[in-house]
């Protein structure tokens, strides 16, 4: 990254682990094959529409369907499994 007059990084910089970087890259990628104005480097600065934060719900509620559901069913399978194991 680099700050300049185009790249704010008080506004968009990333201070999240890299896979989150990777995350916001692809909802980027799909959001701006739906809508170039939400992502316009120079212009969606503040953009705000209801299809907009439509988007943006989704984008949450996938994620959670496809990554935080199954790892925390995967946990719980394996405490408990563990937990009933050493209870025998």
């Known amino acids: 990254y680099v700050n300049s007059t185009s790249n704010d990084l008080q506004y968009w910089g990333l ?20 809508n170039p104005d939400w992502v316009n480097l120079n212009a969606s600065r503040g953009f705000e529409s209801s299809e907009h934060k439509l988007f943006m719900r989704c984008t949450v509620l996938v994620a959670d369907v496809l990554i935080y559901f199954p790892a925390i069913y995967l946990f719980c399978s394996l405490f408990y499994q563990k937990h009933s194991q050493i209870s025998q």
């Open 15 to 34: 201070d999240y682990p890299p896979l989150t970087a990777y995350h916001s890259w692809l909802c980027g990628y799909i959001a701006n094959k739906i």
